[in-house]
């Protein structure tokens, strides 16, 4: 099994700063096999990012996806309220499995 | 416009089963497959397994394996997920989710709550 480790546990940041969330995969993933989710409280997870770096439909361009191998980033380049919420990694390159998780806090 | 309903669960005893349904509208079922994802209150997300809606196969998370049955009737597009044995560890939203690799649609939770 894969794990996904995310980084850091809570981002408290203020509207328009720049987020950097981080997944380190302890074996290596496929590029195309790493997908972002945001949920927020009370709702089913969003897919943001799928392919590591492609954004889903609809999803504002300020949501931007990178890495490869072991290291993944999510960045969301210009934080708005509504960003608010918990952003999960997983992957698919063996089985299936989540990150913990980064809560992230607009003050 | 594409949907996943699930049904109502509640409390349950301790050693008891739940069932789950996720009735799939607006697109084609047998398409793509139904995975279903849990999670605890105040935690993450935790993948439970998939099934083809096509032909009925099966892949488990090995730490279920024995007490889960994913099932599909195509009839009614409909998948069910049965869940036995019931302990306080499985007191979680339950999610069914379009796809087996990456999941677009959800559906909106089902709380089971396990108590005596």
């Known amino acids: 099994e894969i794990v996904l480790t995310q980084s850091p546990g809570t981002l408290s940041l203020s509207p328009g700063e720049r987020a950097t969330l981080s997944c380190r995969a302890s074996?290596?993933?496929?590029?195309?096999?790493l997908v972002w989710y945001q949920q927020k409280p009370g709702q089913a997870p969003r897919v943001l990012i799928y392919?590591?770096?492609s954004r889903a439909t609809g999803v504002p361009d300020r949501f931007s996806g990178s890495g490869s191998g072991t290291d993944f980033t999510l960045t969301i380049s210009r934080l708005e309220p509504e960003d608010s919420g918990v952003y999960y990694c997983?992957?698919?390159?063996?089985?299936?499995?989540f990150g913990g998780g980064t809560k992230v806090e607009i003050k | 416009q594409v949907q996943l309903m699930q049904s109502e669960a509640g409390v349950k005893k301790p050693g008891a089963s739940v069932n789950i349904s996720c009735k799939a509208s607006?697109?084609?079922?047998?398409?793509?497959?139904v995975t279903w994802v849990r999670q605890a209150p105040g935690q993450g997300l935790e993948w439970m397994g998939w099934?083809?809606?096509?032909?009925?196969?099966?892949n488990y998370a090995q730490k279920l394996h024995g007490r889960v049955t994913m099932t599909t009737d195509t009839s009614t597009n409909t998948a069910y997920m049965e869940l036995r044995m019931l302990t306080s560890d499985d007191t979680a939203m339950y999610y069914c989710?379009?796809?087996?690799?990456?999941?677009?649609?959800w559906g909106q939770g089902t709380v089971v709550t396990v108590s005596s």
């Open positions: 989710a379009r796809g087996v690799s990456q999941f677009d649609y």
């Open positions: 607006g697109y084609i079922f047998t398409d793509f497959g």
């Open positions: 099934i083809s809606t096509y032909n009925g196969n099966t």
């Open positions: 074996q290596s993933v496929s590029n195309t096999y």
């Open positions: 392919g590591a770096s």
């Open positions: 997983q992957q698919y390159s063996r089985s299936v499995s």
